[in-house]
């Protein structure tokens, strides 16, 4: 096999000045047995090169089936992307044919996975499934996909990289196996990263050293960051804008900065008072009441209204609020969000 | 891994003896008269009489008789059978026919449940699935017994596509159907292993990260699920050898080839004990060795087990 970095470059449309990554108005649908659930309703965001974009929201918002979505590796059945566009680089990758879209994986977006013990393959090696890159993309002999995997290993700081490289996924530690994903999403030096909840399964310090680690690569590689998470911590400190989720629906979107110092959203406000602070010690947290609506009985209007402080009738009406847009590069969809951040 | 190795083959010697002490106690403890029983209907001389109680030490008490049994197994002596002829020569004769027939019936095997087991746990609930669903349940609820005869009343005299019988010396077409037989008592339960392992691989999140890295379809079944679905393949292999034995004794009888499983049905048939143990012996030579190589294998296929 040879080299195929080249044949991306003559992908139709393929236009190197346009925006990075935009993904516009992206429906999500499985078809079960149960009935069809709507898991992603029009998500819309843009990524700038050498940005770090969070998406934040609750379990089952629909934020990795977004990010499998952008990848092309949805489960099929029962996974249908049914509307929207996601357009790298001016193509709309949804339009690829699989075997195109395949060159754009790993190539120019890849993708780390929340717990890297299953994402890996437990009976081959670490250095046959870095190697396994190079050789079938790169079209690299098995001497030359070895070093290579041994230079990246050592670039994600995996101590004696040489000798480990023969080793299975199960002989390292939590935070060696993230370095090795990590190492393998960056083999073949894409754009965009997506890291789906990378810290998710490990512990705190080690947790500060992952997301170091990957700062540091994207800065390196001025490379564009999506990071999925629930963890409003590790947003504050490395994300530069944000996008909430709920239902499926980007429901707010905003500097990291503005988000955090005054919510447009109800939702976002209701889950930045629910974050434990020092100075609250002694009284209780503020919780979400309810539960997020189950995804094949979303209702109505606003998805957030029966839980929501705000809500009035035409909350709880179609059509659903749009996107307003509350400041230059900042979105909210609720329909009185200048009270909400107006309220502090 | 060494310690383990001397560990599993002093076991083997364990088994070894419990397994042909039974065997021989069986043979021997239900013949009244061993030696009425060789010479059948003919009348026995006292000096005969004498002369056999000595070659088979039938004057001295069971376990004796089982020592120097024994003794000559393992010095490579397997004594003389009831026809009287020398039972290491029977084995020569018999073993190269049964290894082609079995080694026949494993390769079929392996391909058939492999392949159809890997197409119908991609495609589940498709026609592919259903149908083989339905074939290896015939298959599974037909025993051997009845199976072999059949098949060698259909396909062998009454359509004439296969020779009803073999001799010592048959090809690969000539064994075709008595393995196919003899591969139809596991490859039902193979397949269906070999299904639900891919099925479950497909799922896994080890596949997602690999389309994820934008490997081809066919890499990512054909090398990161079919490797992992295999583990649970191989380990059934060493526990359906044991199938594959006691099918080969009927298979052989059936279809007249005078391998292993031949001379056992015949030995069995007629109560020849010394030939019966000693065939048996080696089938659980073979057995514990196999079993051994398939756990060994088991290791080499799944890094995460270690023996110590």
Known sequence: ?344 | MFRYLIRRLLQMVLTFFGATFIVYALMFANQTDPIQALAGERPITDSQRLALTERYHLDEPFLGQYWHYMKGLLTGDFGISLTNRKISEMMADAWPVTIRLALIAIVIVAIVAIVAGVISGIRRGGTFDNVTLVLTLVVLSMPIVVLAPLARLVFGIQLGWFPPTATRDAGFYELLLPALVLGSLVVATELRVTRSAVAENLRSDYVRTARAKGLTRQRVVGVHVLRNSLIPVVTLIGVDLGNLMSGAIVTEGVFNIPGVGFNLFRAIKTEDGPLVVGFVSVLVIVFLMVNLLVDLLYAALDPRIRYE
């Open chain 1, 1 to 344: 096999m040879t080299d195929i970095q080249a044949q991306i470059d003559v992908l139709p449309g393929l236009d190197p000045g346009a925006q990075l990554l935009e993904v516009n108005d992206l429906h999500v649908e499985f078809r079960t047995r149960d009935g069809v659930s709507h898991a992603v309703n029009g998500a819309n965001f843009r990524l700038e090169p050498g940005e770090t974009l969070a998406i934040l929201g609750e379990s089952g918002c629909g934020k990795s089936v977004t990010a499998q979505a952008i990848m092309g590796i949805l489960d099929s059945p029962p996974g249908y992307v049914t509307r929207g566009e996601v357009k790298y680089r001016g193509v709309d990758l949804l339009q690829l044919k699989e075997a195109e879209r395949r060159k754009v994986r790993a190539n120019r977006i890849a993708m780390i996975f929340q717990d890297a013990l299953s994402a890996l393959n437990p009976v081959f090696s670490v250095g046959f499934q870095l190697a396994e890159l190079f050789r079938k993309h790169r079209g690299m002999s098995r001497q030359d996909a070895k070093k290579r995997s041994i230079e990246l290993l050592d670039q994600v700081r995996i101590p004696a990289a040489r000798e480990r490289i023969g080793d299975y996924p199960h002989q390292f530690s939590g935070g060696m196996r993230q370095r090795v994903m990590i190492a393998m999403a960056l083999a073949l030096d894409p754009e965009i990263l997506i890291a789906d909840e990378p810290t998710t399964a490990l512990d705190v310090t080690v947790q500060a050293q992952i997301m170091g680690l990957l700062a540091e690569l994207q800065r390196e590689r001025d490379m564009g960051l999506i990071l999925i998470t629930h963890d409003m911590g590790v947003v504050a400190d490395v994300a530069d804008r944000i996008s909430v989720m709920y239902a499926g629906k980007v429901v707010e979107e905003a500097p990291v900065y503005d988000i955090y110092a005054r919510p447009a959203h109800p939702y976002t406000k209701a889950l930045l008072s629910s974050i434990p602070r020092l100075d609250m010690k002694g009284q209780q947290l503020s919780v979400i009441k309810g539960l997020p609506p189950a995804l094949n009985a979303i209702p109505a209007g606003c998805a957030f209204h029966p839980r929501c402080a705000y809500a009035r009738d035409q909350c709880r009406q179609d059509p659903p609020p749009p996107a307003y847009d509350v400041a230059l590069g900042r979105t909210a969809r609720c329909h009185f969000w200048r009270e909400v951040i107006g309220d502090e």
